[in-house]
């Protein structure tokens, strides 16, 4: 990251933070992903369940292991390899009366409105409502102008990547682009655009002067 992308990151998340904290959600930056995980794990209450969805972003970082080391946290984690469907299926449901939930965003837009797009609706629902705190862990790459090209950035690029990453038998593997296909293996069923909260600052939006994630 050069300068003068780290100028246009610090700037342009104030201005989101600002904006989220008007819908009651609440919002911090932080320039590096070390320190984003630095201050993620210290919103983690000692003795806490934490829900891990799929989120590149977190991983990468290497949160969900640090996590897993905190005091006394549960780590509920349906992503385990040795894990059958069912029992993955069972751990997802057990996510949603989660402490913690800790996820990314597919898209995040200059007034603070959240973008997500699942295959079966578990992260999503369990950022709608459940868990009783939601981190969300959000590279400034995931930013867009508005909510017509939040759509578009998740539709025709995340989907497609997130697709080529799990090899999925989906007509964007190959192509790279979105056919709205009706595959078994479709991962864009379910929508979500969050405009606000009821519950004030349950939703934090941990903003990341990187790129991360898809
Ligand atoms: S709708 Fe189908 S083709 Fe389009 S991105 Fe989703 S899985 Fe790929």
Same mark, same amino acid.
């Given at each position: 990251?050069?300068?003068?992308?780290?100028?246009? @990151?610090?700037?342009?998340?104030?201005?989101?933070?600002? #904006?989220?904290?008007?819908?009651?959600?609440?919002?911090?930056?932080?320039?590096?992903?070390?320190?984003? /995980?630095?201050?993620?794990?210290?919103?983690? =209450?000692? !003795?806490?369940?934490?829900?891990?969805?799929?989120?590149?972003?977190? $991983?990468?970082?290497?949160?969900?292991?640090?996590?897993?080391?905190?005091?006394?946290?549960?780590?509920?984690? =349906?992503?385990?390899?040795?894990?059958?469907?069912?029992? !993955?299926?069972?751990?997802?449901?057990?996510?949603?009366?989660?402490?913690?939930?800790?996820?990314? +965003?597919?898209?995040? +837009?200059?007034? !603070?409105?959240?973008? #997500?797009?699942?295959?079966?609706?578990?992260?999503?629902?369990?950022?709608?409502?459940?868990?009783?705190?939601?981190?969300?862990?959000?590279?400034?790459?995931?930013?867009?102008?508005?909510?017509?090209?939040?759509?578009?950035? &998740?539709?025709?690029?995340?989907?497609? &990547?997130?697709?080529?990453?799990?090899?999925? /038998?989906? =007509?964007?593997?190959? +192509? $790279?682009?979105?056919?709205?296909?009706?595959? =078994?293996?479709?991962?864009? @069923?379910?929508?979500? +655009?969050?405009? %606000?909260?009821?519950?004030?600052?349950?939703?934090?939006?941990?903003?990341?002067?990187?790129?991360? %994630?898809?």
């Amino acid at each position: 990251m050069d300068e003068h992308q780290v100028v246009w @990151n610090e700037k342009v998340a104030q201005k989101i933070i600002k #904006n989220l904290e008007k819908r009651r959600l609440a919002g911090s930056y932080a320039a590096t992903s070390t320190q984003a /995980k630095a201050e993620v794990l210290e919103m983690i =209450p000692q !003795g806490a369940s934490v829900f891990r969805c799929g989120s590149m972003t977190a $991983g990468n970082m290497g949160l969900w292991e640090a996590i897993a080391e905190l005091p006394g946290v549960n780590l509920i984690d =349906p992503y385990r390899p040795e894990l059958s469907r069912e029992e !993955g299926l069972e751990l997802r449901r057990q996510g949603m009366v989660a402490d913690v939930m800790v996820a990314g +965003t597919n898209a995040i +837009t200059l007034d !603070g409105r959240l973008v #997500n797009l699942d295959g079966m609706g578990n992260r999503v629902a369990a950022m709608a409502f459940g868990p009783k705190k939601v981190i969300l862990m959000v590279g400034m790459n995931k930013v867009a102008p508005d909510l017509q090209s939040a759509i578009a950035r &998740v539709k025709h690029y995340a989907a497609p &990547v997130n697709n080529i990453r799990y090899s999925f /038998k989906n =007509p964007c593997v190959e +192509t $790279g682009l979105c056919s709205d296909c009706r595959s =078994p293996q479709r991962i864009c @069923n379910i929508w979500s +655009t969050i405009e %606000g909260q009821i519950i004030e600052g349950r939703i934090h939006v941990k903003l990341v002067g990187e790129y991360l %994630g898809y």
